[in-house]
C-alpha cells in the first residue's frame, strides 16, 4: 500500500503509529489540536481513533472530535475512510460527534465474536480467535451495519456517509494486519 497516508488521531506517539506503518501504510499523528484547528489540511486515505479517546484519564481527543464534527463529515463525504474503536469509558453519548446515532455500552471482557458481515470481519479480526477476543463493551443503538457480534450485542458496525465509510469497533486490540490493505482498496485520499 506504498503510498496510501492514514492519520491516527492522538495526542502523543504511540506503538499504533508504529503498527499501521508496519502495515505498509505512512502515519502521521494528528495531535487534538491540530484535529480543531481550522488551519490544518491533511490529506488521509484512513483516519484512526484509537481505544480510549473518550475517556479523559487517557486522552483529550474526544473534545477535538466534537470540535470537528463538520470536518469529519466533509472528510467521509469525499470519500474518506474513519476507523474508530472503543470509547474505554461508561458514557453513552461518546460517539455523538458521528454523523449517525451510535451509543456504546463499556463493560472490558473477552469475548466469543460471530461475524455477520464476513469480508470486513475477516479483515478487521482475522489474526485473532473468534472464540476470546477483548472487547470494551458493546454498542446499544448503531444506524449502521452490524459486522460481528458478542452474542446479541453488536461490536462492530458499518456505516457509508456519502463516498466515505465508518467502522466502529470495541476490540480492544490493534486490527488484523490486512485491515488496511482491505480498507484501502480503490479508495484516494480525502482531505481532513
Same mark, same amino acid.
Given at each position: 500500500?506504498?503510498?496510501?497516508?492514514?492519520?491516527? $488521531?492522538?495526542?502523543?506517539?504511540?506503538?499504533?503509529?508504529?503498527?499501521?506503518?508496519?502495515?505498509?501504510?505512512?502515519?502521521?499523528l494528528?495531535?487534538?489540536? $491540530?484535529?480543531?484547528?481550522?488551519?490544518?489540511?491533511?490529506?488521509?486515505?484512513?483516519?484512526?481513533?484509537?481505544?480510549g479517546?473518550?475517556?479523559?484519564?487517557?486522552?483529550?481527543?474526544?473534545?477535538?472530535?466534537?470540535?470537528?464534527?463538520?470536518?469529519?463529515?466533509?472528510?467521509?463525504?469525499?470519500?474518506?475512510?474513519?476507523?474508530?474503536?472503543?470509547?474505554?469509558i461508561?458514557?453513552?453519548?461518546?460517539?455523538?460527534?458521528?454523523?449517525?446515532?451510535?451509543?456504546?455500552?463499556?463493560?472490558?471482557?473477552?469475548?466469543?465474536?460471530?461475524?455477520?458481515?464476513?469480508?470486513?470481519?475477516?479483515a478487521?479480526?482475522?489474526?485473532?480467535?473468534?472464540?476470546?477476543?477483548?472487547?470494551?463493551?458493546?454498542?446499544?443503538?448503531?444506524?449502521?451495519?452490524?459486522?460481528?457480534?458478542?452474542?446479541?450485542?453488536?461490536?462492530?458496525?458499518?456505516?457509508?456517509?456519502?463516498?466515505?465509510?465508518?467502522?466502529?469497533?470495541?476490540?480492544?486490540?490493534?486490527?488484523?494486519?490486512?485491515?488496511?490493505?482491505?480498507?484501502?482498496?480503490?479508495?484516494?485520499?480525502?482531505?481532513?
Open positions: 500500500m506504498t503510498g496510501v497516508r492514514a492519520g491516527l $488521531l492522538w495526542e502523543t506517539p504511540t506503538t499504533f503509529v508504529r503498527f499501521v506503518e508496519d502495515c505498509g501504510l505512512s502515519c502521521d494528528v495531535t487534538p489540536q $491540530l484535529c480543531a484547528a481550522p488551519f490544518f489540511r491533511g490529506s488521509y486515505s484512513v483516519l484512526i481513533v484509537p481505544t479517546f473518550a475517556n479523559p484519564a487517557y486522552s483529550r481527543t474526544l473534545v477535538a472530535l466534537r470540535a470537528s464534527r463538520e470536518r469529519l463529515r466533509r472528510y467521509l463525504e469525499q470519500g474518506g475512510t474513519l476507523v474508530v474503536f472503543g470509547a474505554a461508561d458514557r453513552p453519548d461518546a460517539y455523538d460527534w458521528l454523523p449517525f446515532r451510535l451509543t456504546y455500552h463499556h463493560e472490558h471482557a473477552p469475548c466469543r465474536i460471530e461475524s455477520v458481515e464476513p469480508a470486513l470481519f475477516d478487521l479480526f482475522g489474526d485473532y480467535d473468534p472464540a476470546s477476543i477483548e472487547c470494551d463493551g458493546w454498542f446499544d443503538e448503531a444506524e449502521a451495519d452490524v459486522v460481528a457480534t458478542a452474542g446479541d450485542r453488536p461490536v462492530a458496525v458499518a456505516h457509508r456517509v456519502g463516498n466515505g465509510l465508518v467502522v466502529a469497533t470495541t476490540i480492544h486490540e490493534y486490527p488484523s494486519r490486512g485491515f488496511f490493505s482491505f480498507l484501502g482498496r480503490g479508495r484516494s485520499e480525502a482531505v481532513f
